[in-house]
């Protein structure tokens, strides 16, 4: 068998030296903490009037899951029935409890067709 190929560590000059021949392009950091960009900020969301485009994008959504017994689920599913959907039955029941809820949460925005 062959010996293994072992490569010298280079010294911190050597080091810094092939660093530069690489990164001399990359500009310089100043050091100082970047701002947070404002799209990222949270905004308030109003609920589309006559007046505004009825095609405004939805916020981003999280999905939420948690174990419940089998007899809880089927409560779920029950309640969920009238409503169409289990996020706007939640939504329903925290708005009834006087929280204060999206119109996207009450009104889910769908990609099907409209018939």
């Known amino acids: 068998m062959a010996a293994a ?7 911190p000059e050597e080091l810094t030296a092939a660093l530069k021949v690489g990164t001399s392009h990359i500009p310089r950091t100043t050091g100082e903490p970047a701002t947070p960009p404002t799209a990222l900020l949270p905004v308030a969301v109003e609920a589309p009037t006559a ?4 095609r405004e994008r939805p916020p981003k959504v999280v999905q939420i899951n948690f174990a419940c017994t089998p007899a809880m689920a089927r409560v779920i ?6 409503t ?8 329903n029941l925290l ?21």
């Open 84 to 91: 169409g959907s289990v996020r706007v039955m939640f939504a």
């Open 77 to 82: 599913a029950q309640l969920s029935e009238a």
């Open 5 to 11: 190929f072992k490569s010298k560590p280079l010294a």
């Open 51 to 54: 007046g505004k485009s009825s």
């Open 95 to 115: 708005r009834d409890q006087g929280h204060e809820i999206p119109h996207w949460d009450l009104k889910p925005f769908s990609n099907r067709r409209q018939l």
